[in-house]
């Protein structure tokens, strides 16, 4: 479980700390709902490359994010940092 999506939604102001309320589970904030992993291969034969890079991507901005959360909550990133961080990665991928 890790802090609620955009923002840093969720925090309370202690040191990366989240309201339970906040939490959600990785698999439903953070997985495409077009195409599994299982589905990879297939899609690739099929020529559905476009899909792919976009599934791709949204692993790599979860993984990001993350390495995020748990930098703040390591107490690595205050939360303002946490923030910021997070409204660079909404910006780069639009």
Do not use: W
């Amino acid at each position: 479980m890790i802090a609620s999506a955009r923002h840093g939604a969720g925090l309370d102001g202690r040191r990366g700390q989240c309201v339970p309320e906040s939490r959600i589970k990785l698999n439903s904030a953070f997985r495409s709902k077009d195409i599994v992993d299982s589905q990879v291969a297939r899609f690739v034969e099929e020529g559905r490359i476009a899909e792919v890079a976009a599934y791709c991507e949204t692993d790599v901005v979860s993984t990001s994010r993350i390495q995020l959360a748990d930098e703040l909550f390591r107490g690595a990133l205050t939360p303002d940092q946490f923030r910021a961080s997070e409204e660079s990665l909404f910006e780069y991928v639009g």
